[in-house]
């Protein structure tokens, strides 16, 4: 059955860093443009990072730009989103999606990331 599982959220504090992980099963990782999303409590979902499958390759908003950084690695078929200099305003559920040009998509089941001392 095809699907996405994620791994690699967890508490940590402010200053530190993450990895977070979005593994496909099932189907081809190198065909999906992968975007993290994330959602605090009360907030709406915020796109945090983006990569494509050819061309530019990724995209961020000004929040997480030059802290976050989302990379891709086609033989464990894996998308990872490396999180550096995290504060409390990080902490929120983060969630991978994956889309493909004929419109498959795949969603995360989401990751807890808690930023706190």
């Known amino acids: 059955q095809a699907q996405v599982v994620q791994s690699g959220g967890g508490l940590v504090q402010p200053g530190g860093s993450l990895r977070l992980s979005c593994t496909a099963s099932?189907?081809?990782?190198?065909?999906?443009?992968v975007t993290w999303y994330r959602q605090a409590p009360g907030k709406e979902r915020e796109l945090i990072a983006t990569?494509?499958?050819?061309?530019?390759?990724?995209v961020y908003p000004d929040s997480v730009k030059d802290r976050f950084f989302i990379s891709r690695d086609n033989a464990e078929n894996t998308i990872y989103l490396q999180m550096y200099d995290l504060s409390p305003e990080d902490t929120a559920v983060y969630y991978c999606?994956?889309?493909?040009?004929?419109?498959?998509?795949?969603w995360g089941p989401g990751t807890q990331v808690t930023v706190s001392s």
């Open positions: 990569i494509r499958t050819a061309g530019p390759g990724t």
């Open positions: 999606y994956a889309t493909s040009d004929d419109a498959r998509e795949y």
């Open positions: 099932g189907f081809p990782f190198n065909v999906y443009a």
